[in-house]
T-cell receptor, first 114, second 114 residues
């Protein structure tokens, strides 16, 4: 158990809909990362937040957005969903301030868009 | 730009034999290198990392990896494979400065045959 929790585990929805994925980082970790794992594109970095502020952006679509709240949990919002958005979405956390570099991954949310 | 290549989609090895999972990288400057493992329906688990120092890095579950700067490689190895090592293995790289998100390879599925 990495200490990172994600809800829900599974999500099935229809095209055009909007969903919110939630992540709680390990206790004390200030950084949260979102990754998308799909069959055709592999594991891709979407976005990073550090202590409530956006730190880095990767291949995140404009239809997607994220935020990190004062209690450090994070939400990834996916809107106008398309079939191609079906994927496993991972959240990871780390605490760069400790000098430790590894990211700890949650179990993921499997999104299926029908 | 950073990139990681895992040239083998699939590696099969007999139980008890040594295993190698290959990884090469491309990054500006000196990299941080990581190996993660993903078991079915689970998130990614950290195995080991190279930051600096000794080129041979030892990690969890008896795995080790050798950093080779001249060949820009970071191959994962284990002297004696177990059936329970069967999983999907990801090599990842990040730069030392700036954003610390990970760039992942496409993954190598390791199957250990009893």
């Amino acid at each position: 158990d990495s200490g990172v929790t994600q809800t829900p585990k599974h999500l099935i929805t229809a095209t055009g809909q909007r969903v919110t994925l939630r992540c709680s980082p390990r206790s004390g970790d200030l950084s949260v990362y979102w990754y998308q794992q799909s069959l055709d594109q592999g594991l891709q970095f979407l976005i990073q937040y550090y202590n409530g502020e956006e730190r880095a952006k990767g291949n995140i679509l404009e239809r997607f957005s994220a935020q990190q709240f004062p209690d450090l949990h994070s939400e990834l919002n996916l809107s106008s969903l398309e079939l191609g958005d079906s994927a496993l979405y991972f959240c990871a956390s780390s605490d760069p301030g400790t000098g430790s570099d590894e990211q700890f991954f949650g179990p993921g949310t499997r999104l299926t868009v029908l | 730009a950073q990139s990681v290549a895992q040239p083998e989609d699939q590696v099969n090895v007999a139980e008890g034999n040594p295993l190698t999972v290959k990884c090469t990288y491309s990054v500006s400057g000196n990299p941080y290198l990581f190996w993660y493992v993903q078991y079915p329906n689970r998130g990614l688990q950290f195995l080991l990392k190279y930051i600096t120092g000794d080129n041979l890095v030892k990690g969890s579950y008896g795995f080790e990896a050798e950093f080779n700067k001249s060949q820009t490689s970071f191959h994962l190895k284990k002297p004696s494979a177990l059936v329970s090592d069967s999983a999907l293995y990801f090599c990842a790289v990040r730069v030392r400065t700036g954003a610390n998100n990970l760039f992942f390879g496409t993954g190598t599925r390791l199957t250990v045959i009893p």
